[in-house]
């Protein structure tokens, strides 16, 4: 894992949520797909945002975090084989590849690469 990429928070009013996070939080928008039901929040200068999820529009949301890795198919390969139960395949996304995973205990976790 070479660093944190985003984290993602289920929502089940986006509009709601938006002018929290704009409004009482004071984040900057880095960008808004509200019809594809994503909206990206800065924190600082801080390169991973909290993108926003919504439930009406994806199923089976929790918490999670995204790490960045080199190749997702690599490391996606090297995690299966030590027993990782990975949530589906590996999945294009506009950057490149994700996937993602539960830790032990429930947590929600995800790899992505930026092979565009």
Same mark, same amino acid.
């Given at each position: 894992?070479?660093?944190?990429?985003?984290?993602?928070? %289920?929502?089940?009013?986006? &509009?709601?949520?938006?002018?929290?996070?704009?409004?009482?939080?004071?984040? =900057? $928008?880095?960008?808004? @797909?509200?019809?594809?039901?994503?909206?990206?929040?800065?924190?600082?200068?801080?390169?991973?945002?909290?993108?926003?999820?919504?439930?009406?529009?994806?199923?089976?949301?929790? %918490?999670?975090?995204?790490? &960045?890795?080199?190749?997702?198919?690599?490391?996606?390969?090297?995690?299966? =084989? $030590?027993?990782?139960? @990975?949530?589906?395949?590996?999945?294009?996304?506009?950057?490149?590849?994700?996937?993602?995973?539960?830790?032990?205990?429930?947590?929600?976790?995800?790899?992505?690469?930026?092979?565009?």
């Amino acid at each position: 894992m070479n660093r944190y990429d985003n984290y993602f928070l %289920p929502v089940d009013n986006m &509009e709601e949520a938006k002018n929290y996070y704009e409004n009482v939080l004071r984040l =900057e $928008k880095k960008f808004d @797909f509200a019809d594809k039901g994503m909206v990206a929040y800065k924190v600082g200068a801080e390169e991973p945002a909290i993108i926003l999820k919504d439930k009406n529009k994806f199923q089976d949301l929790k %918490p999670t975090i995204w790490f &960045e890795v080199e190749n997702v198919s690599i490391v996606y390969k090297d995690l299966k =084989e $030590k027993g990782i139960n @990975f949530l589906s395949e590996p999945f294009k996304i506009g950057t490149g590849n994700a996937v993602e995973f539960e830790d032990p205990f429930g947590n929600r976790l995800g790899i992505t690469d930026y092979i565009k």
